[in-house]
Antibody, heavy 119, light 109 residues
Framework: QVQLQESGPGLVKPSGTLSLTCAVS?????????WSWIRQPPGKGLEWIGE???????NYNPSLKSRVTISVDKSKNQFSLKLSSVTAADTAVYYC????????????WGQGTMVTVSS | EIVMTQSPATLSVSPGERATLSCRAS??????LAWYQQKPGQAPRLLIY???TRATGIPARFSGSGSGTEFTLTISSLQSEDFAVYYC???????????FGQGTKLEIK
């Protein structure tokens, strides 16, 4: 069973870049899955950020596309998120997730990591 | 963008009773609809995909129905562990632009 674990700084300054990594265990990032990032501001709903395939192909939420980069590191069996020019509105719990049974329905999630944007 | 609207925002139900949660899409998503349960401090858990197929390990008291723009999640006999927030999500687009509803909080009456 694949497991996901997010890591990265819990505090980012405004106008800076948020950088997170999702480590994959129990499976290979080169398997036939799209690897996603999803976020949830405190007390609010879920927002899909984007996804990557092991080939490096990506799809991004149009509302965030200009600021988001998702990359994959097959040697480390992990994938990463970079979100630039952050503001307080980017404060959220960030999850990595994959849809194994059906493309688009996320059945495996990391536990999430809280990122606060503040000076 | 496909907008997902859930109702009600909060639902108060007694244990042992039935709960019915609704989700509406701003345009047809066929049967490409998932439901999730989220408890405080936890990641969402997939309950239903394909509008009506239970995910692995999900109890039979959870059922989903609907297609197109109108969907329902029914919990037939509420257990204490079912009180949580429930989200619907569509995955009909390609390239993907997955969107979630704003959530329904199911609370104990």
């Amino acid at each position: 069973q694949v497991q996901l674990q997010e890591s990265g700084p819990g505090l980012v300054k405004p106008s800076g870049t948020l950088s997170l990594t999702c480590a994959v265990s129990g499976g290979s990032i080169s398997s036939s899955n799209w690897w996603s990032w999803i976020r949830q501001p405190p007390g609010k709903g879920l927002e899909w950020i984007g996804e990557i395939y092991h080939s490096g192909s990506t799809n991004y939420n149009p509302s965030l596309k200009s600021r988001v980069t998702i990359s994959v590191d097959k040697s480390k069996n992990q994938f990463s998120l970079k979100l630039s020019s952050v503001t307080a509105a980017d404060t959220a719990v960030y999850y990595c997730a994959i849809a194994v049974a059906v493309l688009g329905a996320f059945d495996i999630w990391g536990q999430g990591t809280m990122v606060t944007v503040s000076s | 963008e496909i907008v997902m609207t859930q109702s009600p925002a909060t639902l108060s139900v007694s244990p042992g009773e039935r709960a019915t949660l609704s989700c509406r899409a701003s345009q047809s998503v066929s049967s490409n609809l998932a439901w999730y349960q989220q408890k405080p401090g936890q990641a969402p858990r997939l309950l239903i995909y394909g509008a009506s197929t239970r995910a692995t390990g999900i109890p039979a008291r959870f059922s989903g129905s609907g297609s197109g723009t109108e969907f329902t999640l029914t919990i037939s006999s509420l257990q204490s562990e079912d009180f949580a927030v429930y989200y619907c999500q569509q995955y009909n687009n390609w390239p993907p632009k997955y969107t979630f509803g704003q959530g329904t909080k199911l609370e104990i009456k």
